[in-house]
């Protein structure tokens, strides 16, 4: 996620410099408070969150918990991680919804922090999960407001309640209250209210929210704060909650360059939780906030959870159980690699998706230059060849692949690669198919280097591997110990942070190799 990128090489590359100690002196844990102190303020989180953050770790790194730690670097990066939590929440908090429908969640925040986006995501979100969400447009006053919330619930497939027209016209507390009535005439299960910002905190912002809350009674009060905002978040977090009072944050904007302060300190300094975070501009864009999963990104831990609660949305498992069989028959053609990165595309960015990894953070230059158009150049080279070439790619001579590349705007190069490239995808689906860990040509393990000893990995092959007879837990198992013993020195993954799969969580990935 961009906007910690900084604070995570920061945070890494103290995590490092520990790595060389075997035992840590008092000088040892002081140097390194004062680098974590540092790179928090650089992040902008607010003074008294980082002076609270750094005095509980110096105080538990000073402590019997590390002195008596058979690797006391681990234990310092553990313990990081655990305060990081602490501070973004603790537990995730879900939202809360009337006994009796529709349950009002009103929305709240300054001009520009996302708050008419959200609501249309928010709708989509809800939508999914079986609601029948209804958007009450309430923001009379900001410019084209209005139509603005219309344009977002189309596109979001969201009923909208719309009176009034805005741009200055109309009262909003009766637009707001009216919405609601309306919702239980047309029984609609959630109302999500659209409430004018300001630029700026002002009394008369102040007085109109704490009206409309008045008027409906919300279930919940989401305040919409911009991520890119810094330390600003802070005050801005104060005046609402001291004015109208919310019942959780939602973080915007976090796909940005920002520093992310807002993230590290709102939670801390209201003792609100937040609910959700954006992170990008489509409507598919927003996740439930997990305090825990984003700790392990910052400290570049991975964040393997969020990673299969997409898969298991975007893939079908009637499909992958198909494509299970054919593996194991070696029956998997140039139609099913097409399905399965059709399906890969429904998850959202590959570039988001590769940075969830454990040690992502090694692999910044290559994520940068990952080209996102690459799957919609190989669907064109696939949807070129006929049905016969893509079920048997041996066909595939020397004018076949040229007929192919001129139909696809591609050249011969790109149509061998293509074909090499499934070769490979094949033999390692196959392998993990059958609890296997695969090799990644030209990268190696995630999260290591190149040239990491063979001495370790000779090891590894002698005893260190599972035996578990069940193959989707023995290939769960052996990624595992591959990742943690190719982790470098100084990065946040195999240093303890990460929790290990539950049975739950081996249940769920056997279903995705499709043998549940």
């Given at each position: 996620m961009a906007t910690f990128g900084t604070l995570s090489d920061r945070l890494t590359e103290t995590f490092r410099n520990l790595r060389t100690k075997g035992k840590l002196t008092p000088a040892d844990v002081d140097g390194t408070v004062r680098e974590i102190r540092r790179a928090l303020l650089d992040a902008d989180v607010a003074l008294g969150v980082v002076k609270d953050f750094t005095a509980k770790v110096r105080e538990r790194a000073l402590g019997d918990e590390v002195s008596r730690a058979l690797n006391p670097a681990q234990q310092v990066v553990q313990i990081v991680n655990e305060e990081l939590v602490?501070?973004?929440g603790g537990q995730q908090r879900r939202l809360q919804f009337a006994k009796n429908p529709p349950t009002v969640i009103m929305l709240a925040g300054l001009q520009g922090s996302g708050k008419t986006t959200f609501a249309g995501k928010l709708a989509r979100l809800l939508e999914?999960?079986?609601?029948?969400?209804?958007?009450?447009?309430?923001?009379?006053?900001?410019?084209?407001?209005?139509?603005?919330?219309?344009?977002?619930?189309?596109?979001?497939?969201?009923?909208?309640?719309?009176?009034?027209?805005?741009?200055?016209?109309?009262?909003?507390?009766?637009?707001?209250r009216d919405g609601v009535e309306h919702a239980r005439r047309q029984q609609h299960d959630v109302v999500i209210i659209d409430t004018a910002g300001r630029l700026g905190v002002d009394a008369e912002l102040m007085k109109q929210a704490a009206d409309i809350r008045r008027a409906v009674d919300p279930d919940e009060v989401l305040f919409v704060i911009d991520a890119m905002i810094g330390?600003?978040?802070?005050?801005?977090a104060k005046a609402f909650q001291d004015g109208v009072d919310f019942t959780g944050v939602v973080l915007s904007k976090l796909d940005g360059d920002a520093r992310g302060g807002a993230a590290l300190s709102v939670a801390s300094v209201t003792g609100r939780p937040i609910i959700y975070a954006s992170t990008g501009e489509g409507l598919e864009d927003l996740e439930a906030f997990h305090p825990d999963r984003m700790a392990s990104r910052i400290l570049d831990l991975g964040d393997i959870l969020t990673l299969i609660e997409q898969a298991q949305a975007a893939f079908d498992e009637e499909e992958a159980k198909k494509v299970a069989e054919k593996l194991a028959t070696e029956q998997f053609t140039l139609e099913d690699f097409l399905d399965q990165m059709q399906q890969l595309k429904k998850m959202g960015s590959m570039k988001k998706m590769l940075g969830m990894l454990p040690g992502a953070g090694n692999m910044k230059q290559q994520l940068e230059n990952?080209?996102?158009?690459?799957?919609?150049?190989?669907?064109?080279?696939?949807?070129?060849?006929?049905?016969?070439?893509?079920?048997?790619?041996?066909?595939?001579?020397?004018s076949r692949r040229l007929r192919i590349a001129r139909g696809s705007g591609m050249t011969v190069t790109d149509v061998n690669q293509l074909v090499q490239r499934f070769d490979q995808a094949a033999k390692m689906m196959k392998t993990v198919a059958r609890g296997g860990v695969p090799q990644i040509p030209g990268m190696g393990p995630m999260g290591g280097k190149p040239g990491a000893s063979s001495k370790r990995g000779a090891k590894q092959k002698k005893g260190g591997g599972s035996r578990s007879g069940n193959p989707a837990k023995r290939a769960a198992e052996n990624a595992g110990l591959a990742a943690t013993a190719s982790a470098p020195s100084g990065s946040?993954?195999?240093?303890?942070?990460?929790p290990q799969p539950s049975e739950a969580d081996l249940a769920e990935i056997q279903k995705l190799f499709g043998k549940g």
């Open positions: 602490a501070i973004l999914k999960d079986g609601h029948t969400p209804l958007l009450v447009a309430a923001d009379l006053q900001r410019p084209n407001a209005v139509n603005q919330l219309q344009v977002v619930a189309q596109r979001a497939g969201a009923a909208v309640f719309a009176p009034e027209p805005g741009n200055g016209v109309g009262d909003p507390v009766r637009v707001a330390q600003d978040a802070v005050n801005t990952f080209d996102e158009r690459e799957i919609d150049r190989t669907e064109a080279i696939i949807r070129s060849m006929t049905p016969m070439e893509r079920r048997n790619p041996k066909l595939l001579n020397g946040g993954f195999g240093l303890g942070g990460a």
